[in-house]
């Protein structure tokens, strides 16, 4: 499965993007995407992650209450809607998917920066 991550772009702080995920290649049942997202000199972080096909979420603790993730199966995408954003969100966002049962990832997309300013 392909991922392609498009959306990011330069916002002020308190402000909102929304980024998507389009998957090429069919996303089964058991599967879950996340958001990951990595900033110069730091270490990959978990932003979200939803289970492809009962819809359960969870999030990363930096971004409880701001982010919600969400999914079109028919079209087999992803979103992640970013309100209040804050400078230290700036970094590189990645979808991954994996199998439910599995804690790596099979696939990534190349990444889409998101650069928030004061």
């Known amino acids: 499965v392909q991922l392609v991550e498009s959306g990011g772009g330069s916002v002020q702080a308190g402000g909102s993007l929304r980024l998507s995920c389009a998957a090429s290649?069919?996303?089964?049942?058991?599967?879950?995407l996340s958001w990951y997202r990595q900033a110069p000199g730091k270490e990959r972080e978990f932003v979200a992650s939803i289970a492809w096909s009962s819809g359960h979420t969870e999030y990363g603790l930096s971004v409880q209450g701001r982010f919600t993730i969400s999914k079109n199966n028919d079209k087999n995408m992803m979103f992640l809607e970013m309100n209040s954003l804050r400078p230290e969100d700036t970094a590189t966002y990645y979808c991954g998917r994996r199998v439910v049962c599995d804690t790596s990832y099979a696939d990534w997309g190349p990444g889409t920066q998101v650069t928030v300013y004061t």
């Open positions: 290649g069919r996303i089964l049942p058991g599967n879950v």
